[in-house]
Nanobody
């Protein structure tokens, strides 16, 4: 059972990125999924969640800019990030359920 996160990179402020989290050996459908991030020197923080019924929630800092979604056919979770800011710079992790984490993908936003 594995989660493989990808899509990170270097982008200028105001730009966009889409992160992906592909699941193998497990499903992303009908289960709670989430994106977290951890900036250098900071604790890991919750960015967005999507529950088994498709209901989404966002941290105040990303509300209106980020969109969490999943494609059940591709067994993949996504995080569309628009209007990126330098303070969004962090390693982003996907999580399935209570304890299954992906390996992280680095997002760097330059000013």
């Amino acid at each position: 059972v594995q989660l493989q996160a990808s899509g990170g990179g270097l982008v200028q402020a105001g730009g966009s990125l889409r992160l992906s989290c592909a699941a193998s050996g497990s499903t992303v459908s009908f289960v709670d999924m989430a994106w977290y991030r951890q900036a250098p020197g900071n604790e890991r923080e919750l960015v967005a969640t999507i529950n088994s019924g498709g209901f989404t929630k966002y941290a105040d800092s990303v509300k209106g800019r980020f969109t969490i979604s999943r494609d059940n056919a591709k067994n993949t979770l996504y995080l569309q990030m628009d209007s990126l800011k330098p303070e969004d710079t962090a390693v982003y992790y996907c999580k399935r359920g209570y304890s299954l984490w992906g390996q992280g993908t680095l997002v760097t936003v330059s000013s």
